[in-house]
């Protein structure tokens, strides 16, 4: 069971709102501390199964190693605070640390151990318990403290002096901090952002769409304050360190950067990247990407979760005139067989690799192709699969021939392919004076 801290600064009154909601929402047992002050976290303080709330006199940003107050050793703490901005009606939730100066309390350079699974669970009870005039969302790394004492983020009622007085608001910052009881602060799947603005929304989505969570953000601003990247190896390895990963996304052109972190022996990936791989292994990612492509250049995941695959080749032009007829239907049938496959046009369009689970490559094979053929029986008089080809033919309309004939081109034209009659000169003419048999062969 994981143990909460929630810290309550008296100097702003949003957090004394929102607190008061805690100590009305849950079934709190009061308590008192007096081998610490009043201002730092002793005193009155309160304990709930798997939580504990205290208050601290100053401003959280200020507060350092706030942790070692608490009796429960907590493995999580959230700074319950206001926010400030000119964003109107908002809940959000961040980490603390600065890329760069220490204007607003924390050290310069630092950063604070972080907590992605626990913020992605916060922007989830967030949108069920906010008010409908609030908007909900995460911000990037921004002010102190940077020295907590245990992985930890804000969560924020914003962003002014109406939100600040909410009770609405309050009760839903309040809602929302109860929801992380027994929260793991991290999870199997997280990154590291750079670049973006404030308030992140690259990285809101992959939070909200996909199963990665997200650390530390350096967001454009910060990176300019940062300066050169290879003066400031440590801070990046720290940033890693904190969100517990070596993979990183990097929102917007920061070359400098993108060399930096590849030499320190970081991983960059992209959004797609994320999405793509969701909850896969990835070790069978890295061994998918060396065999066929990688997912940037167009590898796509289908439904078999199998660890060990071959590799089966289909005929490209076979593929392509399946698709001719139903792309859809030619997708389905290859997500719902492979563990991956291969590309074109940016993703659109099935490519002729797809790894297949391991020892089964001839009756997926076999599978495939089966169901292509049904699709060209679509359009095609008679399709045939053999060992070494398909075959398919068709009775086609040949319009040299019907030119040479002084069909006029036109509507008359244009109803004779369609296999129609027509009259021309007080003649009927039939389209089958004008059709002839086409062969199609695709070799396996």
Known sequence: MSDLAIVESRADRASVHICDHLRDLADWTERVDDSRSDADGGGTYYQTDGIELRTFEAFHLELERPAEAFDCDPDLLVFASRHSGDTGALLTGHFTGNFGPAEFGGEDNAVAETC???????LEAFDEHAPEEYDVGMECTHHGP?????????AELGSGDEQWDDPAGAEAVARGILDLRDVAPHRSRQVVGFGGNHYAPRFGRIVRETPWAVG????????????HPSAHRDLLAAAFDASNTDIAVIDGDWPVLEETLTD???????????????????????????TVESVDDG?????????????????GDLIDTAE????????????????AFSTDNGGSRVGSTVAVPAGEPLETKRAL????????????????LTDDAVIATETAFNPERAATAGIPEGPKFGALAAGESVTVDGETITPERFQTERTDRFDL
């Open 299 to 315: 590898l796509r995941f289908g439904e078999r979760r199998d660890d060990t695959f071959e590799i089966v080749s289909l005929p």
């Open 369 to 384: 192709l089966e169901h292509l053929v049904a699709l060209l029986e679509e359009k095609y008089d008679t399709v045939r």
């Open 116 to 122: 992605p699974n626990a913020l992605a669970r916060l």
């Open 264 to 290: 320190l022996g970081y991983r960059l990936v992209s959004e797609t990247w994320l999405r793509e791989v969701g909850d896969r292994p990835l070790e069978v990612v890295d061994q998918l990407e060396a």
């Open 216 to 227: 530390h953000i350096a967001a454009d601003w910060g990176l300019e304050d940062l300066g």
């Open 324 to 339: 001719g007829i139903d792309p859809e239907r030619v997708r389905d049938a290859v997500e719902a067989r492979t563990i």
């Open 146 to 154: 940077t020295d907590v004492g245990c992985p930890s983020l804000f």
